[in-house]
Every structure is written in C-alpha cells, then in structure tokens.
C-alpha cells in the first residue's frame, strides 16, 4: 500500500481522470514522485468500477483502491446490505474478509467483526478504509481465517464464510470441497467457535450438492440484482434438523421481490395446467434458480403451461415476483403463422423449446427490441406454441 496515493493531488488526478482513456494514462510518466503511472492507472481503474457497484465508496474521499480484479470479485453494496440483513446478536467473524465490504456493513449490524484477510497489502487497505468510513468496531488481523479460528478463544454468534473460487491446481471452481477455505472438511472446527454459520457461494452450485456436502442447513437464500443470481446465501445453525427454508429476492431498483417455499413443500406440492389464459407470468431468475416451479404456482393460483415450460397464466391479474405479460394472441410454431404475424422487431424468450433465441431471429429475420414479446414454448399437449403478449 502506497501511501504517496493518498497526498491531496494524488486524489485530485484519480478523481479528474476517471473518464479518461486508460491506455493512454499508461503511456503517461507520471507526475508525482514515489508512485507509478501503473499504480495511478490502478487506483483509476478499480473507482471507475465502483461507481455504480460501490457507490459509499465511490463518494467518499481518500478511500484506496486494490487492482480491479478485488473489485470484480467482491459483493456489491446491495447484496452486502442484504447479507447483512439476516444477521442478529453481536459478534461475527469474517473469515475471508478480502476488500471489506461485507465486513462494513456487518460492522453496521453487529457491535464487534473481525476481519481476516491472509493477504497483508489488502488487509492494510480494507483497514485503512474503515477508518475513513468510521466503521471502528471492526478488528483487522492480517493471517490465514483458518489460522485464527484455530488459535483463538473467542466464541462468535455468527462465522461468515466467503470462500475462494479460484483454485490453484484446479482452476475456477464452485463445489464446496474445491474451495478454499473446504468448507466441509473444516465444519466442525467452524461449529466449535459459533452456532451460526453464513456461507456465500458461486449461484451455480446445485442446492442437493450444497445439501450434502454441509450439515444444519436452515436456509438458503437466492440473491438475485436486476434479475440476474449473484449469490447464494447458507445459513447453518448447530444442531439444526428441520425443513430447510428457501428465499428467493430479486433486488430491482423499485422494489425488493420476494418469495419463500420449503423443499418439502415444493416436493409434495400438486398444480393444474391450462393453455395460455389472459394473462402470463415469468417468474423471477432467483425463483427460477431456486426450482420453486410448483409452490409458486400454488401459492399464487396459477395455471403452468407445461410442466417443463416454466411459464404460468391466469385470466385475472395478479401481483407476481416476476415479468407479467397480457396475452394477445397465441398460435402453433411453423414459418406461416410466424410469417403471418409480421414483426421485424420483437423480445424473444424460449422456455421448454427446441430451438435458440439466436437460430429463431435468424430463421424468421426478426431484429432484438420493440414493444413486442414472443415466448416460444410447449403447451400441456406438448405442441410447440409462440405467445405474443404486451408486458405490463
């Protein structure tokens, strides 16, 4: 950690040039004794990805930056301010505490953190930026997080857990065992210092993976930002046996979509199949992520499309964590009726369809865009069939 990048200049170049074209900031000698044009192109480069992902940072004076990449990997603001939503009692332990942006808004949850962090030029810098956005009930230790829980005497009412997916000997990986920390094979040490552990994971692992490889599962929330999963949430509590709750939040800039259901539930759930009605309802990508394809439907009195297709429909208009759609006309797949629809323009989704998104607007010379919606897909007597719908 350079300290010559905090001196008021410094700040005052890194802020005007945040439009800036980085090669050519590259190719500038830089103008300020002790630092590098290499290390002011940093520290541009990580603020300029801060704006929109970290915006406390962002606007605060005189944080520093790591390289680029710490931002890339790190939780936004609002899926650390989610996290930290779920947390309750006083102390918590971050084991693999990185840049610090789950450790601070922990920090705003909790009356003591630790942050671990085995990187020592990281740690300094998530330490440095505490101070700055006075979080000061959080205690940096500069070593391994595996290393401090088994040295320590401390018992903490929560470990939060975000392990490693990049992997020496394996590459970029998500199952537990490949992470490191291996969050099974260290659990129990793990349970001895705390009764609840939140474990972050890559939104690809497979929940029955996840289930086998932990134990005490309580709950596993799907965290979804402008419909796209970011993260999977493990809440485990010692001790724990019964149904395992599931949470899906889709976090939209209007609005928090939420949905629970239980696996069990989901399982024994029964539902009706209906052709396209009136209306028709895509659920959310952390609903969707998280198989809850029934208990939505129960829970909202929905006819699906297809048991397959995803896709469910009502004649009356319902409220729905997801994209609803009026239906205006639906029809069989073949090149005429397609034809007979004459759009050069429309949104395409398929769901439970043979064919791609990209072979069907090659195929048929529709352009991406406009204010028409087609959903192509199956129906409940397995024909393939083109919704045409206006969205709501």
């Keep these: 950690m350079n300290k010559k990048i905090l001196h008021t200049g410094v700040q005052k170049f890194i802020n005007e040039n945040i439009t800036t074209d980085i090669l050519s900031l590259l190719l500038k000698k830089s103008i300020f004794p002790g630092i590098s044009s290499k290390e002011l192109v940093e520290q541009v480069e990580a603020k300029k990805k801060c704006k929109d992902k970290l915006s406390t940072w962002y606007n605060t004076k005189n944080i520093y930056y790591p390289n680029k990449l710490n931002i890339e990997q790190t939780s936004s603001?609002?899926?650390?301010?989610?996290?930290?939503?779920?947390?309750?009692?006083?102390?918590?332990?971050?084991?693999?505490?990185?840049f610090g942006v789950d450790s601070y808004f922990f920090s705003k949850k909790m009356t003591q953190v630790v942050h671990c962090e085995i990187n020592e030029n990281l740690s300094k810098i998530a330490a440095h930026n505490f101070k700055i956005l006075g979080a000061n009930n959080i205690k940096n230790s500069t070593e391994n997080g595996l290393n401090y829980v088994v040295k320590t005497d401390l018992f903490f009412d929560w470990i939060y857990i975000d392990p490693s997916r990049r992997n020496d000997a394996k590459g970029k990986v998500f199952f537990l065992e490949d992470c490191l920390p291996n969050v099974p094979e260290n659990l129990e040490l793990f349970l001895n210092k705390s009764d609840s552990i939140l474990i972050k994971t890559s939104p690809l692992l497979d929940f029955s993976a996840g289930i086998k490889s932990l134990k005490f599962v309580k709950e596993i929330h799907v965290v979804a930002v402008q419909n796209e999963v970011k993260e999977l949430l493990w809440v485990l509590k010692k001790n724990y046996t019964d149904k395992i709750q599931i949470k899906t939040i889709n976090l939209t800039k209007a609005e928090i979509e939420i949905f629970n259901f239980t696996l069990a539930d989901e399982k024994e759930a029964t539902i009706t199949f209906s052709e396209p009605q009136l209306y028709l309802y895509e659920p959310n990508a952390a609903i969707l992520k998280s198989g809850a394809f029934k208990s939505v439907a129960k829970h909202y009195a929905l006819h699906k499309l297809h048991e397959h297709s995803h896709l469910y429909t009502s004649n009356l208009l319902l409220d729905f964590p997801g994209r609803r759609f009026l239906v205006k006309q639906t029809l069989f797949y073949n090149k005429k009726e397609i034809q007979g629809l004459k759009l050069s323009k429309a949104n395409i989704t398929t769901r439970n369809f043979p064919e791609s998104v990209a072979s069907i607007r090659k195929k048929h010379k529709i352009k991406d865009g406009g204010n028409e919606y087609l959903f192509f897909t199956t129906n409940t007597a397995h024909k393939k069939i083109v919704i045409r719908c206006e969205r709501l």
């Design 77 to 98: 603001e609002r899926t650390a301010i989610y996290k930290a939503s779920i947390l309750t009692k006083k102390t918590l332990l971050d084991l693999t505490g990185g």
